[in-house]
C-alpha cells in the first residue's frame, strides 16, 4: 500500500508539472500580434507536445506496471525502474523545449 502511493506521489504529479511547462512555453511562443503563424510553427508546437505526452505517457504506465507488482523483496530494484521512468519523462520534456524552441527559426522573411 505505501508503495503505491509512493508511486502516485513519484510519477504522476510530476509529469502533470511537466505537461504544464510544455504548454506554458507553447502559449508564449504564439503571438497574436504577428503577421502570420507558419505551418513550420505548428507542426514545431505540435510534435513538442506529442513528444513529452506520449514520454509522459509510456513512464506513467511503466510506473503502473512496476506499482502493481506485488512481491516486497525487489523494493530496491523497483526504485530503481521508477528512476529510469522518471528519466524517460525528463528526456521527453527536454526533447519537447527543443521542438519548441525552433518553432519561429524558419521564417523566410
Do not use: W
Not at 514545431?44 to 504506465?61: R, V
Not at 516486497?72 to 523545449?97: H, N
Amino acid at each position: 500500500m505505501i508503495f503505491q502511493i509512493f508511486c502516485i506521489f513519484f510519477g504522476q504529479l510530476t509529469y502533470g508539472i511537466y505537461g504544464l511547462i510544455i504548454v506554458v512555453i507553447i502559449s508564449t511562443g504564439i503571438n497574436p500580434n504577428a503577421k502570420s503563424y507558419y505551418l513550420f510553427d505548428g507542426y514545431a508546437h505540435l510534435s513538442s507536445g506529442l513528444a513529452c505526452g506520449l514520454a509522459e505517457l509510456s513512464a506513467g504506465m511503466t510506473i503502473g506496471i512496476v506499482g502493481d507488482a506485488g512481491q516486497p523483496k525487489l523494493f530496491v530494484s523497483k526504485i530503481l525502474i521508477l528512476i529510469f521512468a522518471e528519466a524517460l519523462a525528463l528526456y521527453g520534456l527536454i526533447v519537447g523545449i527543443i521542438l519548441s524552441s525552433r518553432a519561429g527559426q524558419s521564417r523566410a522573411d
